[in-house]
């Protein structure tokens, strides 16, 4: 009796897919359509019922020949797909566009789509991009509901701005490539970003973010290329992607909250990064971040927070979870002395840091194992280091190059099975005395 309702339930379920495939509505610039609901809409699997319309960017005119610029067409498309309810923008596969600096604005009535299976360029030349635009290359502002995917790549063609600085000319700001301003419930996924000038994907002032199954990737060298940049934005998902940039995988920087790492395949690059916060005597306040379940391979850094001497904030309730890491340079590491220029001044204060939780960090480091630098006057406290087993990638023979632990003003403990067995010994027990309470608490106060 269960088979064959089982094969009852199968049977209807090809009949409604049929009936979904079979209706084809022509409607103005765009295309009503119910049969390829499935594919644009893996999320909401009753969407077969909705009314969607897809606008091509073709058929508004854009070339598609890489050399002219069909910005104005992207930004057309864009609007009428954002005037309707279930607007999908579509960029056709095996189509190239040129796309110049431009500004894709909400709100929308309803969930727009970025159907993106073809490419979209950016300038190439430094010299065509205007410069009172540098700041980014596409940029969706005050947007919500918006899901961008498909097989397509965002290519940034970068390479002419990763020269080393050779002219006063040469100019500071570089574009990042997708920026998401004052967003809300965003996903962006199976799209492949690639050689942006500078940062691949930024999220500020958002809440609501999803970031699934994408590949993002810059050459080694190329400088600040970070993947992933978030910065006061909340309840973030970024997982089953591979990053591989010049700079960090994922940074998070100040303002960030709930956001939850899994399955990202980091390498090479800088690792995935809380800061640098609080330069310039700012105001930085990061909290509950789990990272888990992930592997870093070839990288400077594994699990990293990093922050300026002078600031104020706090960094608090971190977890880096199951990485698995590979031949990598600092795999665990915290730095209140950061700096990335030759010398800073050391100064007072410092953004505190307490409730960092290491645990099941498992591989291989090629020149230090853990790195905890923290402050004098702002011990990083409940640090936890747990099932931490790192060995030298160069073998038993290599052991000479690599670095004994370093960890300074670090308080908490350590537990489970560590290698190095010195990670025994790096943490201080106790809460680092009762100033260190009155800081914290202070700092509560500004978070
Ligand atoms: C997003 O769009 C969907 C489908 O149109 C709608 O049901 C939902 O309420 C929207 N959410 C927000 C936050 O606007
Ligand atoms: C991930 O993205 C790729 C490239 O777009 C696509 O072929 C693949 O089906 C996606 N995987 C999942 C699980 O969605
Ligand atoms: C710590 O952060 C995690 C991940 O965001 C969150 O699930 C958890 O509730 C937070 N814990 C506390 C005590 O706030
Ligand atoms: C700042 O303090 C740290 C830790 O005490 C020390 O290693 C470093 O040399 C100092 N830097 C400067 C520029 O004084």
Known sequence: HKKEMKHLSVIICHLVMFLCVSTIIPFGDGRKFHNNCQKYHKNYKDSCTSTTTIFNILSFGAKANRVSDDSKKLVATWKMACKTPEGVLQVPSSHKFLIKPVTLQGPCVGHVTLQIDGALLAPSKIGSWSKSNLF???????VHNLTIQGSGTIDGQGSNWWAPVKSKHVLDIKPTALRFYASEDIIVRDITIKNSPQVHLKFDNSRGVKVDNVTI?????????DGIHLQNTRDVELMHSDIGTGDDCISIQTGCSNV???????????????????????????????????NIQNTLYGARIKTWQGGIGLVKNVTFSNIQVENVHFPIVINQYYCDRSLCQNQTGSIAIKGVIFTKIIGTYSTQPIHLACSSDVPCTDIDLSDIQLKPSRGPLGGSQVQQLLCSNSYGTSTGSLIPSSIKYCLNKGGGGGSVHQVSRSYDEVC
């Open 136 to 142: 980014q290359w596409i940029n969706f502002k005050w």
């Open 217 to 225: 990737l810059a050459p080694e060298n190329s400088p600040n290329t």
């Open 260 to 294: 939850h790492i899994h399955h990202i395949n980091c390498g090479p690059g800088h690792g995935i990064s809380l800061g640098g916060l609080g330069k310039d005597k700012s105001i930085a306040c990061v909290s509950d971040i789990l990272v888990e379940n992930s």
